[in-house]
C-alpha cells in the first residue's frame, strides 16, 4: 500500500491587501497546487490593510482546501487586520494562530 505524503505550502504576505495588489495575493494562492490533505499556511506578518476582495481571497482557498481535505492556518495577523477578520465573522470560520 502506497503512504500518501502530505505536503504544507507557506503563503506570504507582506504587502497590504487592497485593490493595488490583489492580483498579486491571487497570483499567489494560484501558484499553490494543492492535494487532497495538503495545509497552507499564510503568514500574514507584512500584512497591515485587507480589503473585501482580499477576505473573498481567503474565503475562496478556505472552501477549495476543505473540498480536499486540506487545512489552512492564517498566522501572523497584524490588530488592524485581526479587528476586520473578527467583525466579519472570518475569525470564527478560520484557524488562526
Do not use: W
Request: proline share 2%; charged share 25%; net charge negative.
Amino acid at each position: 500500500m502506497e503512504e500518501k505524503t502530505f505536503k504544507t505550502h507557506v503563503i506570504c504576505v507582506d504587502y497590504p491587501l487592497n485593490t493595488l495588489n490583489i492580483k498579486d495575493m491571487e497570483e499567489d494562492v494560484a501558484a499553490v497546487e494543492v492535494n487532497l490533505g495538503d495545509i497552507v499556511i499564510v503568514d500574514c506578518s507584512g500584512m497591515d490593510y485587507i480589503c473585501s476582495s482580499g477576505l473573498r481571497i481567503f474565503l475562496g482557498l478556505y472552501k477549495d482546501l476543505a473540498q480536499k481535505g486540506g487545512k489552512l492556518i492564517i498566522r501572523n495577523l497584524q490588530p488592524l487586520v485581526k479587528g476586520v477578520f473578527d467583525m466579519s465573522g472570518f475569525s470564527q470560520i478560520f484557524n488562526i494562530e
